[in-house]
């Protein structure tokens, strides 16, 4: 990657979920900068670096770089950025319906360094979204994918077959985000949500369809290939 591409990623325009931290944070910054300076008070100056701080931060945190999918039909996208921290065949989750045949499930860990944009990883149409309430588990963990709060979503493909994705909160995530409803036509590597500030994405494959990717192997959301739906 070049130094250009590097530097493009790294201060790519914010998520809109970011407006409302952005916006308290660069109000209290220069309030209380200017105040520190007028008052000469070394607290307010303190204040004024920790919420410039924040400030930097969110800007990070909620960057939203945009992505190429490749140019073929078929594949199974990257749902997020991060590592993958589990391949195991499991059922889809029950609230979505899909029946509870063991398909493959690719999970996804995504750190608080990582772009959190969520990202559809099929071509398809958005047929159910079921909320789940839960725990705030470190979503690294397996058993994050059944007990910690998470946002289900299952995709019916051209053919009828079904791709599963979930939005799991993680221990410091408070907010799921998701944009979508269902009867949206959607194209793979297309926008759907975000998590803050911390999180996990699991893929549920259709059945037939074996993973091409590898635990500790990592996600760039939107461009990384999951699984080939052919296979």
């Given at each position: 990657m070049s130094l250009l591409n590097s530097i493009k990623l790294v201060i790519a325009r914010p998520h809109p979920e970011a407006r409302p931290f952005l916006g308290v944070s660069g109000a209290a910054t220069l309030v209380a900068r200017y105040l520190g300076w007028r008052l000469n008070c070394p607290v307010l100056r303190r204040?004024?670096?920790?919420?410039?701080?924040?400030?930097?931060?969110?800007?990070y945190f909620f960057r939203d770089p945009n992505r190429v999918p490749p140019a073929r039909e078929g594949l199974v996208l990257a749902p997020a950025d991060g590592r993958i921290v589990s391949i195991e065949k499991i059922a889809p989750p029950p609230?979505?319906?899909?029946?509870?045949?063991?398909?493959?499930r690719v999970a996804?860990?995504?750190?608080?360094?990582?772009?959190?944009?969520n990202r559809i990883p099929v071509a398809?149409?958005?047929?159910?979204?079921?909320?789940?309430?839960?725990?705030?588990?470190?979503a690294s963990l397996d058993k994050a994918s059944t007990e910690n709060e998470?946002?289900?979503?299952?995709?019916?493909?051209?053919?009828?077959?079904?791709?599963a994705v979930v939005q799991i909160a993680g221990l410091i995530a408070r907010r799921i985000v998701c944009s979508v409803k269902p009867g949206d036509r959607l194209e793979a590597g297309e926008?759907?949500?975000?998590?803050?500030?911390?999180?996990?994405?699991?893929?549920?494959?259709?059945?037939?369809?074996?993973?091409?990717?590898?635990?500790?192997?990592?996600?760039?959301?939107?461009?990384?290939?999951?699984?080939q739906l052919a296979s």
């Open positions: 204040v004024g670096m920790a919420s410039g701080l924040f400030f930097g931060f969110c800007l609230e979505l319906g899909m029946g509870d045949t063991p398909v493959w996804t860990f995504l750190s608080v360094l990582d772009v959190h944009v398809g149409t958005v047929t159910r979204i079921a909320y789940h309430p839960g725990k705030f588990l470190n998470r946002n289900a979503l299952s995709v019916t493909l051209p053919d009828g077959r079904m791709v926008r759907f949500g975000l998590i803050r500030f911390g999180s996990r994405t699991d893929v549920y494959l259709p059945p037939g369809v074996t993973p091409l990717t590898e635990v500790g192997q990592t996600m760039i959301g939107g461009e990384t290939v999951i699984a």
